[in-house]
């Protein structure tokens, strides 16, 4: 090998690990970005999970207000309804005895009567209200769905683009973007509910 052919293989070489550098640097950067964008996409998830898991806690405690308030009012219905029975089963009762009961009956009858009028509209509300947040928690599924995919594909680009620095990949590094971008696109989606992904 001539003089000239070692210093040309030296220059050579010094830009190859020059063009080395630079990708592995700027791979770097972009893998700083993937997991920037990692962060905010767990957060949101994490939110969407809270979200979910409130408004599940509300619907539930919502429903069970309205029940009880139903049964409320159900029980004084059945215990005038066996008040009545037990005065017809024994009509000779006397007289004494019979006034309590029949008194009985009708505070129990207008008890339930104004428990009936007080909260029909009120069981409506409490119905409505439940259904709404019913709602929420559906929205809040969909977007931890997405966010959930997000995060996956984040996590396999920044592992693919670390690969990709080591072996001075660059179709590793360009994988690593698509997936990057896929994510980014996921993470977009839990924001907005652009698209409706089936919810495990």
Do not use: C
């Amino acid at each position: 090998m001539e003089a000239h052919e070692v210093g040309d293989t030296i220059t050579e070489t010094a830009h190859k690990a020059h063009r080395d550098e630079r990708f592995r640097r700027g791979a770097a950067v972009f893998l700083g970005v993937l997991g920037m964008l990692l962060a905010i996409a767990s957060l949101a998830g994490e939110n969407a999970m809270k979200e979910t898991i409130n408004a599940n806690i509300l619907a539930s405690d919502t429903y069970g207000f309205y029940q009880a308030r139903y049964l409320r009012q159900t029980s004084y219905q059945l215990a005038a309804d066996s008040l009545d029975a037990l005065l017809t089963a024994h009509a000779d009762l006397p007289a004494e005895l019979k006034a309590p009961l029949a008194k009985r009956v009708a505070e129990y009858r207008a008890t339930a009567a104004r428990h009936d009028k007080e909260t029909s509209a009120d069981q409506q509300g409490l119905l409505a209200k439940a259904r709404g947040y019913e709602a929420q928690r559906e929205v809040a599924q969909r977007r931890d769905v997405s966010f959930d995919y997000s995060r996956a594909l984040y996590q396999i680009a920044i592992v693919l683009g670390s690969v990709s620095i080591v072996a001075t990949s660059r179709p590793l590094l360009w994988l690593a973007g698509l997936l990057g971008l896929a994510a980014t696109l996921l993470a977009a989606n839990g924001f907005l509910l652009l698209v409706d992904l089936p919810v495990g």
